[in-house]
């Protein structure tokens, strides 16, 4: 079984670097968004990505397995991301734990699960 990952339905976007920033809305509590709008406080928060999250996020468009993108990460990175497959599965983890990212699977003959 492969599994896919695919960004959330979240805003982000690509700077002119190639960086990317994800913009994440903050889950306020009525009494917190009193305050902020008192104080003129931001409501989101800006995510910025280093040079391989970011590829790694523009890679996680559900068109790809993990084992793909491991390979494709370490023939971008190389020596720079190894061990390439601990370090983009945890990157992946922490993707899916913040719920930026979603993860699908399907079996070998490409079905959904």
Excluded: C, H, Y
């Amino acid at each position: 079984m492969d599994v896919f990952p695919v960004r959330a339905n979240v805003d982000w976007q690509e700077l002119d670097s190639g960086s990317i920033v994800i913009v994440v809305n903050k889950d306020l509590r009525p009494f917190e968004e009193k305050v902020a709008d008192f104080l003129g406080a931001p409501k989101t928060l800006r995510r910025p990505l280093d040079e391989m999250n970011s590829r790694l996020w523009m890679l996680m468009d559900g068109k790809m397995s993990v084992n793909q993108i491991v390979l494709e990460m370490d023939r971008i990175f190389s020596e720079k991301i190894a061990p390439a497959n601990e370090r983009v599965n945890r990157s992946i983890a922490d993707f899916v734990n913040l719920g930026l990212v979603k993860l699908n699977r399907s079996d070998i003959d490409g079905e959904a699960e």
